[in-house]
């Protein structure tokens, strides 16, 4: 593991280790460690901070290695995949490896807001929100995630709007930052007593706007805190 100027850091693995050692060191970097003072038979730990960009690289059996790290990074929501490069470089036996090189990018909450609205404005889902308003009695658990947005959007009503299409450029114009106190207070309890898995069962969509409820409940928590 090497420092790469301070917000970057360059991982390199090996089939030395097992793979939930560099999971594990992954996670590290991208979250930060907190401080923990010595105990009977362990150190002191410094706290740490996280970096905002870790290359993960492995060279021949060792790439499975660096994409495991990788994507349960990204598939924990701590990182982001960011670029993934291949090369062959020579080695001091004169004959070529493979090598992968991945960038990963710390998910910070605004990213995981970012990137969870993407999700839910983005064409290609708009089948899954359409399965939500075709819906004339939605799932109890479907229907108060909708609820809590209809709610956070001011819209007495059981939807936050008539149609899909309206939906969406709703949330394309959502400002997180405009009253995150009056946000928190609309889907903080739907957002702390649900879970994608629990929701997701019944509607992808459903999941899918709660996954951005949550990131913009994390989002409007953390701008509180300020």
Request: net charge neutral; glycine share 8%; hydrophobic share 45%.
């Amino acid at each position: 593991l090497a420092a790469m100027g301070g917000e970057v850091v360059e991982m390199k693995v090996t089939t030395k280790k097992p793979i939930g050692f560099y999971v594990r060191a992954a996670a590290s970097f991208l979250k930060g460690v907190e401080a923990r003072p010595a105990t009977e038979g362990k150190e002191a730990v410094e706290a740490k901070e996280p970096v905002d960009e870790i290359k993960i690289s492995g060279l021949g059996e060792a790439i499975n290695t660096a994409v495991a790290a990788a994507t349960r990074a990204e598939a924990d929501g701590i990182g982001i995949i960011a670029k993934v490069e291949t090369h062959y470089p020579d080695m001091p036996n004169e004959r070529g490896c493979a090598q992968i090189v991945i960038t990963v990018k710390r998910m910070t909450v605004q990213a995981k807001m970012q990137d969870a609205r993407g999700k839910v404005i983005d064409p290609e889902n708009k089948e899954d929100l359409q399965e939500i308003w075709n819906m004339r009695v939605p799932p109890p658990d479907v229907g108060r995630v909708v609820g809590a947005i209809a709610k956070m959007f001011g819209v007495d009503g059981p939807r936050p709007a008539k149609d899909v299409a309206s939906f969406v450029e709703m949330v394309r114009k959502f400002d997180a930052d405009e009253n995150p106190s009056r946000t928190v207070a609309a889907i903080a309890d739907v957002c702390d007593t649900l879970s994608l898995d629990q929701v997701g069962c019944f509607s992808i969509g459903g999941r899918m706007l709660l996954e951005w409820l949550m990131a913009v409940c994390a989002y409007s928590r953390s701008v509180q805190k300020k």
